[in-house]
């Protein structure tokens, strides 16, 4: 089973360029989330969507747009990336809002020059 | 909003003995979920255990068992039998039940040393 697959998983951007990051989820999963980790701060809710149609922002949105296609894709915009977007993403989906467990992607190295 | 602790930023352990983990976290709500969350170097997120708050009994997954304390607003994860393939980032996170803003831990880095 794929569960979680993000594109494209290391990037290198120049400031100012934009890029968008891909996620999809082949478990029939409502919420879908993007996340960044960067060292010694864990991991930091950037978006999410708690099911198809919605899109809500979490703790670090700034610079950021989201896209959710679908019910299995939900795609991270960055318009003008900066430096301080050099980070890793994850993507995770969740069942729903009782549920509780995350499952994620295999997480997408960005470096912004 | 809610907070997680992890206070220890790395730890190690020997091979086959047992280690402990610490995470305490703030909230002054009563219904969410605990958990921690394995890392390994591929990067990859794995559940390692859960814990529904509602719930007194410790939660266990084979050698891994948790110390819910409530009222301390703590929530230890306890290794036993470590094996190398246990070395990893550890991150404890927070959830309430009808919230998707799960929060983590800044994570402790694991070795187990042969």
């Known amino acids: 089973n794929a569960g979680v697959t993000q594109t494209p998983k290391f990037q290198v951007l120049k400031t100012g360029q934009s890029m968008t990051l891909q996620c999809a989820q082949d478990?029939?999963?409502?919420?879908m989330y993007w996340y960044r980790q960067d060292p010694g701060m864990g991991l930091r809710l950037i978006y999410y969507?708690?099911?198809?149609?919605?899109?809500d922002k979490g703790e670090v949105p700034n610079g950021y747009n989201v896209s959710r296609l679908n019910k299995r894709e939900f795609s991270l915009r960055l318009e003008s990336a900066a430096p301080s977007q050099t980070s890793v993403y994850f993507c995770?989906?969740?069942?729903?809002?009782?549920?509780?467990?995350?499952?994620f992607g295999e997480g997408s190295r960005l470096t912004v020059l | 909003a809610q907070t997680v602790t992890q206070s220890q930023p790395e730890m190690s352990v020997q091979e086959a003995e047992t280690v402990t983990l610490s995470c305490t976290y703030d909230?002054?709500?009563?219904?969410?979920?605990l958990f921690w969350y394995k890392q390994p170097p591929s990067r990859q997120m794995i559940l390692v255990i859960r814990?529904?708050?509602?719930?007194?009994q410790n939660a266990t997954e084979n050698r891994f068992s948790v110390n819910f304390q409530k009222a301390a607003k703590s929530f230890s994860l306890k290794i036993s039998d470590s094996q190398l393939g246990d070395t990893a980032m550890y991150f404890c996170?927070?959830?309430?039940?009808?919230?998707?803003?799960?929060?983590f831990g800044a994570g402790t880095r694991l070795t187990v040393k042969p």
């Open positions: 814990q529904e708050a509602y719930k007194q």
């Open positions: 969507s708690a099911s198809e149609g919605t899109t």
């Open positions: 996170a927070f959830s309430f039940y009808n919230n998707n803003d799960m929060r």
């Open positions: 995770a989906s969740s069942a729903g809002l009782n549920t509780g467990e995350l499952f």
């Open positions: 478990m029939n999963h409502n919420s």
């Open positions: 909230t002054s709500e009563n219904n969410y979920y």
